[in-house]
């Protein structure tokens, strides 16, 4: 069997996102959904099986793309799961985006870049900047689908003396008719976002991995018709994963920490200090695929300020539920010394533990002074007065 490179599969993804951007529009067809579609074409030319391929691009996008990868009767990198499909009834999957933005960036991801910078831009010439930062993300977390007045609403919050009304303006859009099911729009009763349809038997979200997708939902929620949704790259990038932040954050909380969510403007998510002044810093990712997270970090998965003893990655644990292998391909690829990959909940039994334990553990600022302090002929303890 021929082997189907992973660059192929995020050029093509890559592509997907571009029709997703057009409504669906597949003509004309983009460039690297073209080149993608060839060089699938072309892989089962050189493995004997020409007319095993796909017979045209609008077969490729319509029927290929909504199939299991491992349906495609090409191999496939190990890293990916071959019963995920790139599209789901026209919709770009989790998959899709992860490859996409692989390749070098997807639209949804230049989508919310935009507006984080523009966000950050406006909090930072703020005296309250820090504060109105960290309510305006939340509000996009808590809010995924808004009615015409609660997004008027929430204008006036933001807009009277923060100036963020039309920024708002930039994260919302009406929702699409293809959303409607029996004439009326839905949302996941898990994740309270809209829920896509397809057909008289189904209506999922394929995007939240607590929503059986592909089959009907037993339980939904009833919207207003003149809904709002929020655009796909803040859906991707700053709700999911958010649902994930605002839980952790809630629940370090309660455990009595001092926790300050998106420091110094979203350096990372959680900065949480323990009693004994020992910080950990968290960022949380909330990718579908181990391997492409591991990709997505960089040199530095974690930015060195504000300060910190302690680095965590945390994945949803919901994670696991799909993948039961998640954490173990994830350090597989690890390469960070400084940083530890970890489910949400293991963090807090960590954090627990932590604080039901024995004799506190030193920090890098405490041995650091220390250190300070006894090459300047100072005992540490010492009584100096």
């Known amino acids: ?18 029709v997703s951007q057009h409504q669906g529009r597949l003509y004309p067809y983009p460039r690297n959904l073209q080149l993608g579609y060839d060089s699938i074409v072309l892989a089962f030319m050189m493995a004997g099986k020409p007319e095993d391929a796909p017979k045209s691009l609008p077969a490729f ?18 890293e990916l799961d071959g019963e995920e499909a790139l599209l789901f009834f026209g919709e770009p999957t989790e998959i899709a985006i992860e490859l996409a933005e692989a390749f070098g960036g997807s639209q949804p991801s230049q989508e919310q870049s935009k507006i984080a910078a523009v966000l950050l831009q406006r909090c930072q010439a703020h005296e309250r900047g820090a504060a109105i930062y960290t309510q305006f993300r939340r509000f996009i977390i808590e809010h995924p689908v808004l009615s015409n007045q609660e997004l008027v609403d929430a204008k006036g919050w933001f807009g009277l003396g923060v100036g963020l009304a039309d920024l708002l303006d930039e994260c919302y859009e ?83 920490l001092e926790v300050e969510l998106y420091p110094q403007r979203d350096s990372y998510d959680l900065r949480v200090i323990f009693p004994d002044q020992e910080v950990w810093a968290i960022d949380l990712k909330d990718y579908s695929n181990p391997y492409l997270l591991v990709k997505r970090l960089g040199d530095e998965p974690i930015p060195a300020e504000p300060a910190w003893d302690v680095g965590y990655i945390v994945v949803p644990v919901e994670r696991k539920k799909d993948r039961p292998a998640y954490l173990k391909e994830l350090k597989s690829k690890w390469r960070w010394h400084n940083v530890r990959p970890i489910f949400d909940d293991a963090l807090c039994d960590l954090a627990k533990k932590k604080l039901d334990g024995g004799s506190p553990m030193k920090t890098k600022r405490k041995r650091k002074a220390e250190m300070g302090e006894a090459s300047s002929g100072i005992a540490v303890g010492e009584n100096t007065q």
């Not at 069997?1 to 571009?18: H, N, P, V, W, Y």
């Not at 996008?61 to 190990?78: A, F, T």
């Not at 309270?192 to 037993?218: F, M, Q, W, Y």
């Open 1 to 18: 069997m021929f082997k189907l490179d992973t660059l192929t599969l995020e050029r093509i993804s890559a592509g997907l996102i571009q």
């Open 61 to 78: 996008y319509g029927e290929w793309c909504e199939q299991p990868l491992g349906e495609w009767g090409l191999e496939i990198d190990p």
């Open 174 to 256: 009406a929702a699409p008719s293809c959303y409607r099911f029996e004439d009326n729009f839905y949302a996941c009763p898990y994740c309270r976002a809209l829920t896509a349809v397809a057909h008289e038997d189904v209506i999922a979200n394929p995007n939240c991995n607590r929503c059986p997708s592909g089959r009907r939902l037993k339980r939904k929620m009833k919207l207003p018709n003149d809904c709002l949704k929020l655009k796909r790259g803040l859906e991707r990038f700053w709700f999911y994963p958010g649902r994930a932040e605002i839980r952790l954050y809630e629940k370090l909380v309660q455990l009595g």
